[in-house]
């Protein structure tokens, strides 16, 4: 594995996928065909691409030596020393560079939704993953932060209901993703992650049921508000409720029967049934808002 590969690895493009969500403000504020807001929002989409590498090299600095015993993580350029310490070191400081010029050329406060994003991940990768319960909630709040930045950058007001259906889908997903790591790991699980010990997979089947209830009622709430309603002068978006609703149970069915999970972006960049449920959800959500 030459060095050029070994860095782009380290940076976890594929987990760009998560950063998507700045883009939700712009879809529903109106604001699709605007080229400069547009423009303006990618821009955001890119700090955030750049800023969750760096804490992702942050993270697998921390856990280098528990990843060389995971199946999965010990492949990471750190934990497989294809990359030193100090060639990680140096390539962060250089994106943290790129970042910061990026953020400037904005102009907004979307910094302040960046900078709480940068500081809580990094509590997270020291000490709060580690804490039970917590750890899912500010995971699932690194997704919420995303959604925001989105509209503080184009400054325009997000719906409460909107943001309350993108946590609890995010904690669907990590819930998930906690499940098949006790699953898959056995009872090397709590080598992994010490506060597995704390879960179960009882426990976290509960959890599951409950979030992913939430998620589709909270997302069905959003389209049928009143604020909605009148923002958008339709009650059409309660159509787009399907796709949620089979999304969310695809999903549960490549949990349970398929065993998989442990990569929500994998499963969103290789399973075609959760492509198309997303393709046609934006297609009708874009059709009705901007008809």
Not at 81 to 99: E, H, M, N, R
Not at 135 to 160: K, P, Q
Not at 229 to 256: D, Q, S, W
Request: hydrophobic share 55%; charged share 15%; with cysteine.
């Amino acid at each position: 594995m030459n060095k050029f590969k070994s860095l782009l690895i380290l940076m976890r493009p594929q987990q760009w996928t998560k950063n998507l969500l700045v883009f939700a403000a712009l879809i529903f504020s109106n604001n699709l065909l605007n080229i400069d807001a547009f423009i303006t929002v990618f821009l955001t989409f890119c700090c955030f691409c750049l800023t969750s590498s760096v804490i992702y090299i942050v993270n697998d600095w921390k856990d280098r030596e528990n990843d060389r015993i995971h199946p999965g993580k010990k492949n990471r350029p750190l934990a497989c020393g294809a990359i030193s310490t100090g060639d990680a070191f140096t390539f962060a400081v250089f994106i943290v560079i790129a970042d910061i010029i990026i953020l400037f050329s904005l102009g907004s406060h979307v910094w302040m939704v960046l900078g709480a994003y940068f500081l809580m991940n990094i509590a997270y990768t020291f000490k709060l993953k580690h804490v039970v319960i917590l750890d899912i909630i500010i995971v699932a709040l690194g997704f919420v932060l995303r959604a925001i930045s989105g509209g503080v950058v184009i400054e325009v007001e997000i719906s409460s209901w909107l943001i309350v259906a993108t946590f609890f889908l995010a904690l669907f997903l990590v819930l998930c993703k906690r499940r098949f790591e006790m699953m898959s790991l056995g009872k090397n699980a709590i080598n992994h992650r010490k506060n597995l010990s704390d879960y179960s997979v009882q426990l976290l089947d509960q959890m599951i049921a409950i979030v992913s209830g939430i998620t589709i009622l909270s997302y069905s709430l959003y389209t049928l508000s009143p604020q909605t309603v009148r923002k958008f002068n339709t009650e059409n978006l309660i159509l787009t409720i399907p796709f949620v609703v089979f999304g969310i149970f695809k999903y549960l069915h490549l949990i349970y029967k398929k065993q998989l999970g442990g990569k929500p972006e994998e499963i969103l960049l290789n399973d075609r049934y959760i492509q198309l449920s997303i393709i046609l959800w934006i297609i009708c959500a874009v059709v009705i808002i901007y008809k």
